[in-house]
Structures are given as C-alpha cells and as structure tokens.
C-alpha cells in the first residue's frame, strides 16, 4: 500500500533502501577532507570531486564580482587550482564545517588578496581542473550579469541549483541504467507536479501497469530523491548533525 | 543578453534561466520532498485531503490546528495554508523560530511517521 502523503518518511530516517544500501556518512568527501587536512590521496581525490561539481557557484560569484567571461574562467580554475594545492583547511573549522560556507569565505579572501588574485590567473591558464567547454555551454545563457541578485545570493543560489541537479541527475541515471528513462521522465513530471503532467491513469496506460502500480512507482521514486538528497547534501558536511540545517538553508534559498 | 521570463505554472514564481531541470526549483524541492500534500500526485483520493482540513480523526488534522496555532502566535503566517505535513513542520524554515521550542520538538516527534 502507497503511504498517504502526510505520512512521508521524514529524512533523517532515510539511509537508503535495500537496493541502494545505506548511507555511510563516514566516508562522504567533505568529512574526508577534513579528516585528513587535505593530505592524503583519497582527501585530495575528494576534494577535486567536490571542485569539480561545485565550480558553478564560484564562477557565477566571480562573474558578479565585475570579471569578465575568460577572466571569471582563469580565476575560478585558479582558486581550485590554489585551493587544491595549499591544502590549507583550518579555517573551515570557523566555517562550521560546511563546504557551502567555506568555498565563499575561501573566494572571498582570494579575489580580495591582490598577489594571489594575479597568481591565481596565471595558475588558471595552466591548469584546467574544470572542463572549459562545460563552463561556456552552462553560462550560454548569462542571465545573471544584469540581475538582481547580490553575488552571495547569486553563489547560494546556484550552490542550491548544483545540489538539485546532482540529485536529480544521480535519479535519472540509476533508471537509465535499469533502461526505465522514460518512465523517469514522467515520474520527474510527477514530482514537479506541474499543470500539464500526465494524469496516473495516462502513465498507466503508457507503461501497461495499474493506477496502484504507479502510485507505489512514485512512492519508490520520491523516496529515492529524498535518499540521493540527503546523500548529496551529507557529502558537503562534516558533522551528521548538520544535514538538516543545510537542507533547510537549501529550502530558504531555492524559495527566495 | 535578455532573458525571457517565465512563470511556474503551479506557484506563479519566476523560474531562473539556469533552474535546474529547467522547471521551478520551489516546486521540484518541495515536490520531492513531500512538503506539501498533494492529493493529486499522491494518489490520495481527494475527498481524504478535504476530510483532514475538517478535522477528521485519524488524519493530520490534529496537526494541522497545532501548525494554525503556531501561526496565530507567529502573527505573521495569516495566509499559510493548509495541509501541512510532517515534512513540512520538519524542514521548511518557517517554523525555524519554533525549532527550539520544546512542544514544537514534541509535535514533530509525535507525528513522525
């Protein structure tokens, strides 16, 4: 039977499923990164995961700051590059361990310091941590130039947008892997819930199941985007006890 | 470059360029996470979700009235609007000010599901 809506499973019970496997917190990148104070293989590994996927909202912070496109490149590749290279973490303790947090104090201070600013350039146009042609096709439509955002609201802004699409993208492989990309499709429409999403009964239809099937499929699949969340969110903290702030600094932004 | 803008359909927000999924994040977060019911999309037939707004046994209502009162002390959430779920209460920031209190705190723990 598909629980009724009021009786969503909250997230701090959900550490997976049976065929997913648990959470383990203890092994998420950020914990690991300040564990090992950026010394070891797999911190530095992880750490670079984490650039990597969290480069957007320090492009768009420095974008807002006044540098231009090729600038905001050289200066976004060149503060991970730093970032990698100093393997400097203690002010994250200050940052309450959170990623979020201590990437925007870190640029902060960067694009502040004048020297490292200059460095920073030079060392971008050498190392290309984040593909170029994923920058350019991302910033296509550079909308944020002339917005109303600050530069934090804009960093928080797309801290939150990353977060979203990492899940939803963890989602829509897990059921392409399983060849159900379709049926992803419409679960996805499901979820948003908007207006023209197809009716139970049409997804029925389309996928030869019952209305009862689909309702426990989107069930499965709202528990499944709940887990993958708290998961993505869990590896951008250090402390369990944060997750739930940060899905609430999450909410608050993405409602702004 | 000017952006064409867009309204969701469902909450009338604007919908960013870059929003992911090119939908409206609002409702793809709260969507996913549950915090709204949705008799719709929940499969839930609707007659449940209306029977809960008046205070039928069983369902949230209960919680419902405790979410109303809240607001009444808040002062400030005159037109928040029913159904509120577990969830809800659980993570959305509103209720950020009542967080610490404990009979909030027990409110939440009771209606866990």
């Given amino acids: 039977m598909v629980p009724a809506e009021d009786e969503v499973t909250p997230l701090t019970e959900i550490g997976g499923n049976a065929h997913h496997g648990p959470v383990a917190f203890t092994t998420t990148h950020w914990s690991v990164v300040l564990e090992a104070q950026g010394e070891s293989p797999a911190a530095q590994e992880a750490l670079e995961k984490l650039c990597r996927m969290y480069w957007r909202p320090i492009y768009g912070f420095v974008r807002r700051q006044g540098a231009e496109a090729e600038d905001a490149e050289d200066l976004t590749q060149g503060f991970f590059a730093l970032l990698l290279e100093r393997k400097d973490l203690n002010t994250v303790r200050k940052e309450k361990g959170r990623l979020r947090s201590y990437l925007l104090t870190s640029v902060k201070h960067f694009l502040a310091d004048e020297s490292r600013h200059a460095m920073a350039v030079k060392r971008g146009k050498g190392q290309r941590l984040i593909p170029l042609d994923d920058i350019r096709e991302r910033e296509r439509v550079d909308v944020e130039r002339s917005d109303r955002l600050t530069a934090d609201q804009i960093y928080e802004r797309r801290w939150a947008f990353t977060v979203l699409e990492q899940v939803m993208a963890r989602l829509r492989d897990e059921y392409r892997s399983a060849g159900n990309v379709r049926f992803f499709d419409q679960m996805k429409k499901m979820l948003m819930d908007e207006p023209d999403r197809p009716s139970q009964a049409q997804i029925a239809s389309e996928f030869d199941m019952t209305e009862n099937a689909v309702k426990q499929a989107f069930y499965r699949f709202r528990q499944r985007y709940q887990a993958l969340l708290r998961e993505e969110i869990s590896h951008t903290v250090a402390m369990p006890g944060d997750i739930e702030d940060e899905l609430r600094h999450l909410i608050a932004v993405v409602r702004a | ?113």
């Fill in chain 2, 1 to 113: 470059m000017t952006s064409v803008l867009r309204l969701c359909p469902k909450c009338e927000a604007e919908i960013p360029a870059d929003a992911p999924e090119g939908g409206c994040p609002a409702c793809l977060l709260e969507g996913g996470l549950g915090l709204f019911a949705d008799a719709s999309v929940a499969g839930v037939d609707s007659s449940a979700v209306a029977s809960a707004k008046a205070d039928d046994p069983g369902r949230p209502a209960s919680l419902i009235r405790a979410a109303a009162r809240f607001a009444e002390v808040l002062g400030e959430l005159g037109d928040y609007e029913p159904p509120i779920t577990p969830a809800l209460l659980k993570f959305d920031p509103i209720w950020d000010p009542l967080r610490s209190d404990p009979a909030f705190q027990k409110l939440c723990e009771e209606k866990r599901p």
